[in-house]
């Protein structure tokens, strides 16, 4: 069964950082490319981040480009978000979700991010 | 990027009759490899994205076949017949073919 858990979210202040985990389980990590996609409160499905099942190719929304970085670990089947520098507007719940042809077949629970001083 | 469009953004809906949400896109959604990779998703309150449908029309294993996806090129529809109560919640039109990925609006489906 595939499953993917998402943690490290939390309240943070504006220009804080927070670290994102998703750890997964039920499919082959290593050949998989892994997405970051969040959701503000009462608000519509945006993408976030791509990372390829090699590690060595990332792409990033232009609202996160600089800010935010995607990463993994391959021995620990996780996918991890770096967010720095965050603002209002990236208050969300973050969802990591599994790629496959042109496709999300498994979403995370997510984990909620808000950011208020 | 390719804009997605969906509408209508609210569908209220009476148990037992038929839903049609359209989408569309900016651009065409046929990939290089000839596939459309043109998805629906369902989330229901408080619960994440689920997959209905994927590659326009191929219902993902459990979904009822109570929901059917068609289309080509920019239009698509997701048609629901028989609107079952767990029906409720939001529905996302999602294109795959062009890079970025990208969702439409969503639709909230009430009954």
């Known amino acids: 069964e595939v499953q993917l858990v998402e943690s490290g979210g939390g309240v943070v202040q504006p220009g804080g950082s927070l670290r994102l985990s998703c750890i997964t389980s039920g499919f082959p990590f290593d050949t998989t490319d892994m997405h970051w996609v969040r959701q503000p409160p009462g608000k519509a499905l945006e993408w976030v981040s791509l990372?390829?099942?090699?590690?060595?190719?990332?792409y990033y929304a232009d609202s996160v480009k600089g800010r935010f970085t995607i990463s993994r670990d391959t021995s620990k089947k996780s996918l991890y978000l770096q967010m720095d520098s965050l603002r209002s507007e990236d208050s969300a719940l973050y969802y990591c979700?599994?790629?496959?042809?042109?496709?999300?077949?498994?979403w995370g629970q997510g984990t909620l991010v808000t950011v208020s001083s | 990027d390719a804009v997605m469009t969906q509408s209508p953004l609210s569908l209220p809906v009476t148990l037992g009759q038929s839903a049609s949400i359209s989408c569309r896109s900016s651009?065409?959604?046929?990939?290089?490899?000839?596939?459309?990779?043109l998805n629906w998703f369902h989330q229901r309150p408080g619960q994440s994205p689920r997959r209905l449908i994927y590659?326009?029309?191929k219902r993902d294993s459990g979904v009822p076949d109570r929901f059917s996806g068609s289309g080509s090129g920019t239009d698509f529809t997701l048609k629901i017949s028989r609107v079952e109560a767990e029906d409720v919640g939001d529905f996302y039109c999602?294109?795959?073919?062009?890079?970025?990925?990208?969702f439409g609006q969503g639709t909230k489906l009430e009954i």
């Open positions: 651009q065409g959604l046929v990939h290089s490899n000839g596939n459309t990779y």
């Open positions: 990372i390829h099942d090699s590690g060595r190719t990332t």
């Open positions: 999602m294109q795959g073919s062009h890079w970025p990925y990208t």
């Open positions: 590659e326009v029309s």
């Open positions: 979700a599994k790629d496959y042809m042109g496709s999300y077949t498994h």
